[in-house]
C-alpha cells in the first residue's frame, strides 16, 4: 500500500523527524520502531542535500516513505532532492497559489509540470528507464506536502487545495500561533478555525490534511475529527535524544542519591574502588 493509499485508508501512519542525525542508522532505528515514514528536515538543520539524499535512499531500501521539508521558497533544490531518492516534498510557508503551483511543477514532469528529465533514479533501483515509462511512475508515487503557517496561507488554502499536482495541505501549529500572537497556545479558538477551513477545502478538492506540531496530545485528538488525516509526526530526532539523555541522566542522579559511597578504608572497600575503575573502564 503507498503512503497516500494508507493515509486514504485510515492507517495510522507513523513519522520521525530527522534534523541532528546524519547516517543511516537513525533510519534503521526508525524501522525497527514501527515508523512509516521518516521527515528529513532542511529548513531547520544545517544538513547537506548529499546527506538528505543518503538518508532517503536508506529509507527506500527499507521500505519506508522519505519526505524532505526544503528551506522556505528554496524551489530549486527539490529536483535534486527527487532525484537522490525522496518520495515527497514539504513545502513550508506557502501562502499563495502562485507560490503552491511552483511546488507542484517543481516536483512533476512535463506536460503537468517543469521537473527536469533525468533516466536513473534511487527509487526504480538505478536502472535505466525511458521518459515514457519514469516519468508517469515517478509522478504517480511523488508525494506534494504544501505545509500552511500563516493566516494568509489559510485565507488560501481553498485555491492552494485546488491545484493540480498538490497530495497534501499540512498547518504548522507552532508557525501559526506565533503569527497569530499565541505563541504554543493550541487550544487557540482561531486555530481550531484554520484547521476546519484548511479540512473543508481538502474535503471540496479531495486532498489530504496533516496537522503539526501540537505538542498537547488531547488538543490533537479534538482537531482529528475536522478531517485530519492519521499521519503522526512523533518527534524529532534532536528532542528524543534530548528527551531520553535527561531522562536517564535523572534516574541516575536519583539512584546514585541513594547510595552511600563505600569507605575505602572499610573492609572491603578497596575491592569496591577495583570494581568501580573496572566498570568505568567498560563505558
Do not use: W
Not at 500500500?1 to 495510522?12: D, P, S, V, W
Not at 523527524?17 to 525497527?32: D, F, L, N, Q, Y
Not at 511552483?102 to 525511458?130: D, E, I, K, N, W
Not at 495541505?169 to 505563541?183: K, S, W
Amino acid at each position: 500500500m503507498t503512503f497516500l493509499a494508507r493515509l486514504r485508508a485510515g492507517e495510522l501512519t507513523l513519522m520521525l523527524g530527522i534534523r541532528g542525525s546524519r547516517t543511516a542508522e537513525i533510519v534503521h532505528i526508525a524501522r525497527s520502531t514501527g515508523h512509516h515514514a521518516i521527515l528529513v528536515d532542511l529548513e531547520h538543520s544545517p544538513m547537506s542535500t548529499d546527506v538528505a539524499a543518503q538518508l532517503c535512499m536508506a529509507a527506500g531500501s527499507l521500505g519506508l516513505t522519505a519526505m524532505v521539508r526544503v528551506p522556505e521558497r528554496e524551489y530549486g533544490m527539490i529536483g535534486r532532492l527527487l532525484d537522490g531518492g525522496a518520495h515527497g516534498i514539504v513545502a513550508p510557508r506557502v501562502e499563495t497559489v502562485e507560490e503552491a503551483r511552483l511546488v507542484a511543477r517543481a516536483c512533476r514532469f512535463p506536460p503537468r509540470g517543469q521537473r527536469s528529465q533525468t533516466a536513473m533514479v534511487p527509487q526504480l533501483g538505478m536502472r535505466p528507464a525511458p521518459a515514457r515509462d519514469l516519468n508517469p511512475a515517478l509522478d504517480d508515487v511523488t508525494v506534494v506536502q504544501i505545509l500552511l503557517e500563516t493566516p494568509a496561507g489559510i485565507a488560501n488554502a481553498d485555491a492552494i487545495a485546488a491545484v493540480d499536482g498538490v497530495d497534501m495541505l499540512a498547518i504548522g501549529a507552532n508557525d501559526l500561533t506565533a503569527e497569530l500572537g499565541v505563541p504554543g497556545r493550541f487550544d487557540d479558538p482561531r486555530l481550531r478555525d484554520a484547521v476546519a477551513t484548511a479540512a473543508a477545502a481538502c474535503r471540496r478538492h479531495g486532498k489530504l490534511l496533516m496537522v503539526a506540531g501540537v505538542g498537547d496530545r488531547a488538543v490533537l485528538d479534538a482537531l482529528v475529527p475536522l478531517g485530519v488525516c492519521p499521519l503522526r509526526l512523533t518527534g524529532m530526532d534532536t528532542a528524543l535524544l534530548y528527551q531520553a539523555v535527561n531522562e536517564t541522566a535523572e534516574r541516575t542522579r536519583t539512584h546514585a542519591s541513594g547510595i552511600r559511597p563505600h569507605d575505602a578504608d572499610a573492609p572491603g572497600g578497596d575491592q569496591h574502588q577495583a570494581a568501580v575503575h573496572a566498570a568505568d573502564g567498560q563505558l
